[in-house]
């Protein structure tokens, strides 16, 4: 139900331009007065886009009422803008032209199958397999049914942007995540060994969660908090989904959370993706306002505070914290901060060498940070900081990426899907 449900939210959302046009047009709201606006464009989605209003009672009632003026008035539009399906009515309101430009990123779920799996799957519906991209340039140029490796990431199937995989059954079985690439890299950076205690700290809607857990092998413990208790209610169906166990969900502020709790005492690794101006996401509509200077020194502030918690923590060896801002406030100024009054005790790893757009050049070694963004990498725009303890952190190996990026499945990437590669076979073949 709540993967329906988020579905159909986002169809409508998708459709909001359409609606505003055919509600205006059918005069619905003022023959309506007590229907709420957001509700109207729900009923109306589901009436003329969607598979049918689910709805009793005097909604659908009141929707089956106007459905006449409401298909003129969808026939009219069609007609003014000289197209004969629904979807050609959203060309012309795509918010953001970036949006349209990234691919669809597939993250392969490693807790329930494999890639060839996945890879086998889809090319007996039909789609081209055509191998591991050598460049960002074979991504930009993939159309029709036809998917790639990605270049960087081992688990991550490319498809051509705007690819609906929602109802695909990999998805609706959580054998695969939908999920940007940029997104992918926090747990990928993070790269904590089987059997690690690890810590998610603003951790809804728990894709980069349920990233970590097939990073673990469900061997270890994850601990995820996050203070809304519908998006932890969200998560933990997510979560159940996708096959994760040994993750404890809290419904807690993280910035509440003793570091000195003996349960705890364990953690090693520490992801925190704290909430941001999320100024990188294409998706954001155009009339959507810049935040104000005060509005990123408050969101800094918070980002500051967090950073410094996560820090204190006392077995921690590697942390991540990445946003999904442009904005240098949240994200080199952020890291430089925290670092000065952390004085040696914690220094900053190159994040994936070869990766080509690096961190602004905010303070001395700012360039081991990294950035993304639709243009240079063909993702949202996102920042990433990798962080290590000094004395513990030095010998640890900072170059695990680019062991990632030269062996497009290295062994221990391998290894977690190898046993389940024969099991997934014969469940796939008898679905």
């Not at 159909?8 to 331009?17: D, K, N």
């Not at 050609?88 to 795509?94: C, H, S």
């Not at 933990?236 to 003793?258: H, I, K, Y």
């Not at 969101?299 to 590697?318: E, M």
Request: some cysteine.
């Amino acid at each position: 139900h709540v993967r329906q449900l988020y579905a159909l939210v986002s169809e409508t959302l998708r459709y909001a331009p359409v609606l505003e046009k055919l509600l205006d047009g059918a005069a619905l709201l003022q023959a309506e007065k007590k229907l709420p606006p957001q509700l109207a464009k729900v009923l109306v989605y589901d009436l003329l886009f969607g598979k049918g209003l689910k709805c009793g009672g005097r909604w659908k009632a009141l929707a089956r009422r106007h459905r006449a003026r409401l298909e003129a008035e969808l026939a009219r539009l069609k007609v003014r803008h000289k197209v004969s399906r629904n979807e050609d009515l959203l060309a012309p309101e795509q918010a953001s032209p970036a949006a349209s430009q990234i691919p669809r990123y597939v993250r392969v779920n490693t807790l329930k199958t494999c890639v060839d799996d996945v890879i086998d799957f889809f090319k007996r519906q039909g789609y081209s397999y055509l191998g591991k991209a050598a460049s960002l340039e074979e991504l930009r140029a993939l159309s029709g049914k036809k998917f790639l490796l990605d270049p960087h990431l081992p688990e991550l199937l490319v498809f051509p942007p705007q690819t609906d995989l929602h109802d695909n059954l990999l998805y609706t079985s959580g054998h695969i995540i939908l999920q940007d690439k940029a997104s992918c890299l926090p747990a990928f950076l993070l790269g904590p060994a089987a059997g690690s205690h690890v810590i998610d700290a603003c951790a809804a809607p728990g894709n980069k969660t349920s990233h970590l857990a097939a990073i673990l092998r469900n061997k270890g413990q994850i601990f995820a908090f996050d203070v809304d208790p519908k998006r932890v209610a969200t998560m933990n169906t997510l979560l159940a989904r996708a096959g994760v166990t040994g993750c404890q969900l809290a419904q807690q502020d993280f910035l509440a959370v003793d570091p000195r709790d003996p349960k705890y005492s364990r953690v090693t690794h520490i992801l925190l993706d704290p909430s941001c101006s999320g100024s990188g996401m294409v998706t954001r509509g155009p009339g959507e306002e810049v935040p104000s200077a005060e509005r990123l020194q408050a969101l800094a502030g918070f980002q500051r505070r967090a950073l410094g918690h996560a820090l204190s923590f006392p077995a921690l060896r590697r942390l991540v914290y990445s946003t999904c801002s442009v904005h240098r406030e949240e994200n080199e100024d952020v890291v430089q901060a925290v670092l000065q009054e952390q004085g040696s005790a914690f220094r900053l790893v190159t994040a994936f060498p070869s990766w080509p757009c690096r961190g602004l050049a905010a303070f001395p070694g700012a360039e081991s940070c990294l950035r993304a963004s639709p243009a240079e990498t063909l993702t949202h725009g996102f920042f990433v900081a990798v962080l290590e303890r000094c004395e513990e952190g030095t010998d640890a190996p900072s170059s695990l990426p680019v062991a990632a990026e030269e062996k497009p499945q290295p062994r221990e990437e391998t290894e977690p899907g190898a046993a389940p590669r024969k099991r997934k076979r014969k469940k796939q073949r008898v679905k």
